[in-house]
């Protein structure tokens, strides 16, 4: 199974920026849809972006959009997400997870494998 | 959005029991949902994938069931490892939206 490990999180003050990233250890990762989950502390799982397996389509929450870039380097088996404006209810651990089909992205996706997460807390 | 809504929000088992937690969904999601285990301080685990499916390695003591709106997670003969909080999640449409959480304890 990929493993998948999520760095970049720290603290961030508002309005900054932040970049994640989420490596793969293999090469298996350019054939799955990728996806971002975020958890608030102590709180619920809340979906935050979905990256097609070729990096073409993208699906954000709307709490993000307009702020959000999710990308991908296959090259270097890595997942990114940029958040810009950062805000205090960003303040979560952002997990990348791997779909659980390779291909398409479509209405039978899971999140099957993921990161460890990495905490992002935004504060002045 | 699709609104998600699981009951109960938490419940107490013992070891052993059977526990039965439901996920009701806003508009019909055919059989797109999912169901995620999360022990305090772990990343998410899938369990049940569209509606009834289970990714390898799960036990055989978890089932899913259901279609349309109406859900269910259904665990059997509850073990010490499995007190956790549990998650229904849809992938019918964008946003993808998850439930609020059944922390199941002892």
């Known amino acids: 199974q990929v493993q998948l490990v999520e760095s970049g999180g720290g603290v961030v003050q508002p309005g900054r920026s932040l970049r994640l990233s989420c490596a793969a250890s293999?090469?298996?990762?350019?054939?799955?849809?990728m996806h971002w989950v975020r958890q608030p502390p102590g709180r619920g799982l809340e979906w935050v972006a979905t990256?097609?397996?070729?990096?073409?389509?993208?699906h954000s929450a709307d709490s993000v959009t307009g702020r959000l870039n999710v990308l991908r380097d296959h090259a270097k088996n890595t997942l990114f997400l940029q958040l810009n404006s950062l805000r205090p209810d960003d303040t979560a651990i952002y997990y990348c997870a791997q779909n659980v089909w390779f291909g398409e992205v479509g209405n039978e996706d899971a999140f099957d494998n993921w990161g460890q997460g990495t905490l992002v807390t935004v504060s002045s | 959005d699709i609104q998600m809504t699981q009951s109960p929000s938490s419940l107490s088992a013992s070891v052993g029991d059977r526990v039965t937690i439901t996920c009701r969904t806003s508009?019909?999601?055919?059989?797109?949902l999912n169901w995620y285990q999360q022990k305090p301080g772990k990343a998410p685990k899938l369990l049940i994938y569209s509606a009834s499916n289970m990714p390898s390695g799960v036990p055989l003591r978890f089932s899913g069931s259901g279609s349309g709106t109406h859900f269910t997670l259904t665990i059997n003969n509850l073990q010490p490892e499995d007190f956790a909080t549990f998650y229904c999640q849809q992938s019918f449409a964008f946003p993808r939206t998850f439930g609020q959480g059944t922390k199941v304890d002892i």
């Open positions: 990256i097609s397996y070729d990096g073409r389509k993208t």
């Open positions: 293999e090469s298996t990762f350019r054939n799955y849809a």
């Open positions: 508009l019909n999601i055919a059989t797109s």
